[in-house]
């Protein structure tokens, strides 16, 4: 089994920052994709941005140029770097890691999210 705890949400006002992190801890060969997601109140769960182990990475439009995903393979941990946020950013941020486990099958697996509430 592998278990993912995300950290780091929290109260901001529009225009601050926050750091949110994501490790995974468990029987764990390697992790394959890593990605971040966010579902606000009344709407269904959206990518955020996703990091292939290579570092490659990919972000929804709407968080171009204001967050950076990023990762430490070492530590098993992912990161997501929010800047600039605005209310609309309001919602509870999952992380999601396809992992490979010593049976060489590959899983998803998801966190319990963490919240991040932008407002004034």
């Known amino acids: 089994q592998v278990q993912l705890v995300e950290s780091g949400g929290g109260l901001v006002q529009p225009g601050g920052s926050l750091r949110l992190s994501c490790t995974a801890s468990g029987v764990i060969l390697r992790i394959n994709d890593m990605g971040w997601y966010r579902q606000a109140p009344g709407k269904q769960r959206e990518l955020v941005a996703t990091i292939t182990y290579g570092g490659n990475t990919n972000y929804a439009d709407s968080v171009k140029g204001r967050f950076t995903i990023s990762r430490d393979n070492a530590k098993n941990t992912m990161y997501l770097q929010l800047n600039s946020l605005k209310p609309e950013d309001t919602a509870v941020y999952y992380c999601?890691?396809?992992?490979?486990?010593?049976?060489?099958?590959?899983?998803?697996?998801w966190g319990k999210g963490t919240l991040v509430t932008v407002s004034s």
């Open positions: 999601n890691a396809d992992v490979s486990n010593y049976e060489l099958t590959r899983i998803p697996y």
